[in-house]
């Protein structure tokens, strides 16, 4: 097990440097000048050149490089153009809000697709599973704002039932400590805060995690029929076991495996998918705030957040692997 | 036990094949949900291609006097903050929306093809470096790589088409290449092996065309996505920025402010992207079943 975590690890390291030098050359060799990005259209050829001076951008490209991902390995992601505030710092503030957002739609897709993919495998082409598939059609062609949108008309607008926009109620003045809205509250004792915080999740949680839920819903149904009309299932069912025994340790353990893989492949499209979402709610994540800084031709925070975003996105799929090697021995011996 | 015995005497009674495609063909037809996105699908091509034949209007230009105009039967889906006719508006954004999201899947389609076709065809050292390149790529998630490519390259549509289009190479070219590595031992490459078939004819000729299945149910289901995709960057203002063309996402964005007071602004466009993606969805998935019946149950 260990040699294969070891493996896993030496083999990031590739992605990370072809990633890191993509990056870069994106940033300094698109068209389009950081200096004039600052400056305005109508600045001087000599304040060019000092910006150019300070930001480095006048030294050879490969020591620029050089400079980068050693200023990375130190944990310097460079700073903000538009205000020079360092965008690790912003990333990490903004950073736990897109966490909840992520892992309540996580709970939403997971928690509703398992169940309703099993549902489905256990009545094939019956209604019920006419009425998941319709759904999880939907879940996959319904783009996240006009999901967004239409929750947001109709709970918010129309019914009054849940907030539209922001984390938390600011009347409500709740100090941030871990800046993860619905901790902090707990951390309060305030219960009025934590019910508020969890109201702001449900809309954007469930916008966000549609497109999931319908991937995990679909995977989870083929998967459990795949394993149904195993041999070993009949095998086990003709010993005279008992259904709930036959689903939970002969049908489920081996459906397991598909929905694993996907659940961490769907990660990275929840990072993605929450730039889309964080714009709908005005949620102060770390997608808003990446939307905000391409809108300012912020280069480094641009640069600079894809790379992080994509650090979790391989870190989340290792520890996905390594739960899927767990789960299967076969994998390890591989 | 019936089951296993009917699949058994299937091929029997079934007529002889009369090639994967013509079969692929006929079963898709006769599949009801792919009828429907056939129909979906079909019903914005037409939208798209009649559209000054469907609709009087011009789509960039409106009377500031009819702004903000509900449905009625002078405007079917009412009017724009500009007095624009949003029907005329849905119908030239289904071409637009229609030729983005189908040339950044040739677009994804070539590139990947290029590069799966290199690495699973040459392998070795080509195939490692490569994929390492492709693992780089699927390390971004998709929009986010293309909101970056938009961002660097500038708004506009040629831009859109090549975002969206890299965005989805490396998933194209990872599925080919896994097509082609498991169809390096089949039997009759090594048979044309055997008889001296150069490595390049070997590919173009004999393991392309039967690695290429897979990648058209993708193609396919990419459709879907790609129109999502594109509606998505116009909503988040990376769109093609050009106030002559309408595009679905930017309609949106443009009218998610009126959405207590006008709400069919964002219901229209809403409604045909998600059509237009159901249809290419349920198409996809036809396709994928007409193309490997196991997967019908």
Redesign the interface.
């Known amino acids: 097990m260990l040699k294969y975590i070891v493996r896993r690890l030496i083999g990031a390291i590739?992605?990370l440097i072809?990633?890191s030098i993509?990056l870069f050359l994106?940033?300094r060799l698109?068209?389009?000048d950081p200096a004039i990005a600052i400056l305005g259209q109508h600045a001087t050829p000599a304040l060019i050149l000092q910006v150019h001076q300070s930001l480095g951008l006048d030294l050879p490209i490969w020591v620029q490089y050089i400079d980068y991902v050693g200023g990375l390995l130190h944990g310097d992601f460079g700073a903000s153009f538009i205000n020079g505030r360092p965008v690790l710092e912003d990333f990490l503030l903004r950073f736990p809000a897109t966490i909840e957002l992520t892992v309540a739609a996580l709970i939403f897709a997971v928690g509703l697709g398992i169940p309703l993919g099993r549902l489905a495998a256990r009545h094939?082409?019956g209604w019920i599973d006419g009425i998941v598939t319709v759904i999880s059609?939907?879940g996959?062609?319904?783009?996240?704002?006009?999901l967004g949108?239409?929750m947001?008309?109709i709970f918010a607008?129309q019914l009054h039932w849940l907030p539209a926009t922001s984390q938390i109620d600011a009347r409500l003045q709740l100090p941030l400590v871990t800046n993860f809205v619905v901790i902090d509250a707990i951390l309060a004792g305030r219960p009025d805060a934590l019910v508020d915080a969890l109201k702001h999740l449900v809309l954007p949680a469930i916008a966000l995690g549609s497109i999931p839920f319908a991937i995990i819903t679909r995977i989870t149904r083929a998967s459990v029929?795949d394993v149904t009309n195993e041999d070993y299932v009949r095998t086990a069912r003709a010993k005279g076991l008992t259904e709930k025994r036959v689903d939970s340790r002969h049908i489920m353990r081996n459906a397991w495996l598909p929905v694993t893989t996907i659940i961490g492949l769907e990660v990275?499209?929840l990072?993605?998918?929450a730039?889309?979402t964080e714009?709908v709610f005005s949620w102060n994540g770390v997608g808003s705030w990446?939307?905000d800084a391409?809108?300012n031709?912020d280069y480094f925070v641009?640069q600079s957040s894809?790379l992080i975003?994509?650090l979790i996105?391989?870190v989340v799929n290792l520890v996905v692997d390594i739960g899927y090697a767990f789960l299967n021995p076969r994998i390890r011996y591989a | 036990m019936t089951v296993g015995a009917a699949s058994i005497s299937r091929p029997v009674r079934e007529r002889a094949s009369r090639g994967l495609w013509r079969d692929a063909g006929r079963r898709l037809l006769r599949n009801g949900p792919a009828i429907v996105g056939l129909v979906c699908i079909l019903i914005f091509v037409v939208g798209a291609l009649l559209a000054p034949v469907l609709s009087s209007y011009d789509p960039s230009v409106g009377k500031l006097v009819d702004r903000m105009k509900p449905p009625s039967p002078a405007h079917l889906m009412g009017t724009d903050l500009l007095g624009r006719d949003e029907f005329a508006r849905v119908l030239y954004g289904a071409r637009l929306s229609l030729q983005l999201g189908t040339i950044s899947v040739v677009f994804g389609l070539f590139f990947g093809i290029v590069i799966g076709a290199a690495a699973g065809g040459l392998g070795g050292k080509v195939d490692a470096l490569l994929m390492?390149?492709v693992?780089?790529?699927l390390?971004?998630?998709?929009?986010?790589?293309a909101?970056?490519i938009v961002?660097?390259?500038?708004r506009g549509q040629i831009q859109i088409m090549l975002a969206v289009g890299v965005s989805y190479t490396p998933i194209f070219a990872r599925l080919l290449r896994g097509s082609l590595l498991a169809l390096r031992e089949a039997d009759f490459v090594l048979a044309g092996r055997s008889i001296g078939a150069s490595r390049l004819r070997l590919l173009v000729r004999h393991m392309l065309p039967n690695a290429l299945t897979p990648l058209i149910v993708q193609a396919t289901l990419a459709l879907?996505t790609a129109i999502?995709d594109v509606?998505?960057l116009g909503?988040?203002?990376?769109g093609p920025g050009d106030p002559r063309v309408a595009e679905w996402?930017e309609m949106?964005t443009d009218s998610?402010r009126f959405?207590?007071s006008a709400?069919y602004l964002?219901f229209f466009p809403?409604a045909a992207?998600?059509i237009s993606?159901?249809g290419f969805?349920?198409v996809g998935d036809g396709l994928r079943e007409a193309l490997d019946p196991r997967l019908r149950?």
Request: proline content about 7%; aromatic content about 10%; cysteine-free.
């Open positions: 590739p992605v072809g990633l993509i994106f940033v698109l068209p389009g094939p082409n059609l939907f996959i062609s319904v783009p996240i704002f006009v949108y239409t947001v008309f607008v029929l990275g499209g990072l993605g998918g730039v889309i714009t990446v939307v391409i809108q031709h641009v894809i975003f994509a996105f391989l | 390492r390149i693992d780089v790529l390390a971004i998630p998709g929009i986010l790589l909101i970056g961002a660097w390259l500038g879907a999502i509606a998505g909503f988040l203002g990376l996402g949106l998610a959405l207590q709400p964002i809403a992207i998600v993606a159901i969805n349920l149950r």
